[in-house]
Nanobody
């Protein structure tokens, strides 16, 4: 059974940093593209960052470029999202996701989500 378990969310002030982590089990981790999505209240879920199977290629949504960094450790089956200079508009539930195809919108597995709240 595949599991993706996120941790690291919390309540912070604008300008602070957080590091989200996602540990996978039951998955051939190195064969998957990993991504972080987020969903704010009343909004659709959006992809924040993605990292290819080897970790060599990454993509970020425009609103987080230069502030967020995604990383992947295939030995530890983990993917992390370092978030700096957080803004109130970053407030959302953040989800870890595993995809077989880097360029596809289809997600094979989802984590349960972790709440990030940024106060102004």
């Amino acid at each position: 059974q595949v599991q993706l378990v996120e941790s690291g969310g919390g309540l912070v002030q604008a300008g602070d940093s957080l590091r989200l982590s996602c540990v996978s089990s039951g998955l051939s981790f190195s064969a998957y593209t990993m991504a972080w999505y987020r969903q704010a209240p009343g909004k659709e879920r959006e992809v924040v960052a993605a990292i290819a199977q080897s970790g060599a290629v990454t993509t970020y949504t425009d609103s987080v470029k230069g502030r967020f960094t995604i990383s992947k450790d295939n030995m530890k089956n983990t993917v992390a999202l370092r978030m700096n200079s957080l803004k109130p508009e970053d407030t959302a539930v953040y989800y870890c996701a595993a995809k077989t195809n880097y360029y596809s919108d289809y997600v094979d597995y989802w984590g349960q989500g972790t709440q990030v709240t940024v106060s102004s």
